[in-house]
């Protein structure tokens, strides 16, 4: 086994770290953990390491807005123009089950999950007399999909002082979560299941044996009976023949606010532009539609021309009078193919593909962990 010698390892280290286990998984996102806890879910006695770049989580489960969100009107009208129908419900379902399955393994308290609902904010008549109309019927099949009732209704009041607007409608059944603590405690929960997790430790590539997976890392060779790549936006730089692209994403949050209106989880213009509050503030992120080709990368950098356009966004609609200062900026690294559905397949006999989780990764992280367990026999 090859060590890198700057590292130091120990007999300790080699005996109970740097050994041969049952499932390597790559990356320590929400599908990565979530994948690990439900392999020793089927069975305690596998070995399991999460290997993981970066010195945290470090793409898009760390970096989101915290939406618990399953689609809004103007999501789901769009959608059945361009996706087949029966496609469209079964994301929801996984969307649906998925949030599900992440509060039940957690508990609302362990991730701060807060029902306030899910909005959606028009700046034109015409597109918000559209979705209105969608209504009746995105409720029936609503219904008949996750048995939910009467799931969108129209906001008759503007009680969040936005400007600008023409209308709002409400998903009743979303809620919000704080995402920080979330992957504490999934991370917690994998912790005490007994996964190992290895932090400043790439994957730099692998190579599939007769039986087995060799893995090479920056920190040591290691050895798997299986493998699971669940890097996401970074899917590429292992193999790039795979249609997941990175989609960078922008965000905002403001210092606290005296007496903020917002409460519940926003979105707006075809849900390229979020936003929420969250501990008095309000965060605001979006903007990739100002520009595609340039947010389409694996740098953590801030577009400014995004940045100006969130802040006047932030002036104009939805906090026009209220004094208000931005605290911080970050971007998150989601991955986005030409299709809306995650990748979950075998790549090869012992090797798991879960990735591609575009917008969704928070509500259908749970779902997809679990399908690439299942994979794994
Ligand atoms: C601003 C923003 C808003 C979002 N809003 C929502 C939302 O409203 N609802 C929703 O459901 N989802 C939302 N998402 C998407 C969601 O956050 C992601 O889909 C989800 O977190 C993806 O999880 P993941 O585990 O697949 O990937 P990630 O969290 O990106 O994890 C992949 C990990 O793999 C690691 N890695 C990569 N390459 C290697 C390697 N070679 N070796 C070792 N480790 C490696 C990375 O460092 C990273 O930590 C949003 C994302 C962002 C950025």
Redesign the pocket.
Known sequence: MYINKDFNHSYWEKKHLFKHYDVVV???????LSTAISIKEKDQKRSVLI????ST?????T???G?A?FGSVGELCDDLKTMPEDLVWETVQMRYKGLKKLRKRLGDKHMNYLPYGGYEVFKAALELEKCSEQITYLNKRLKQNIGLKNCFVPVKKNNFGFQHIKGILKNQFEGQIDTGLMMQNLAHLAHQMGVQMLFN???KNFEQLKTGVQLHTNLANLAAHKLVI?????AK??LPQLDVEPAR?Q?LITKKIEGLKLKGSFHFDKGYY?FRNIDGRVLL?GGRNMDFKKENTLAFDLNQNIQKALDQLLKTMILPNTKHEVDYRWT????VGKEKKPIVKLHSKDVVLA?R?????????SMVGEAAAKLID
């Open positions: 790559v990356g320590a996102g929400i599908v990565g290997i993981e770049q970066g989580a470090n793409g898009a489960s970096k989101n807005a939406f969100c430790c790439g994957l669940a890097t996401n936006g970074f730089q292992l994403a965000v979020y992120g998150g690294i989601m991955g990735v989780m575009g917008g969704m990764g928070v509500a259908i992280g």
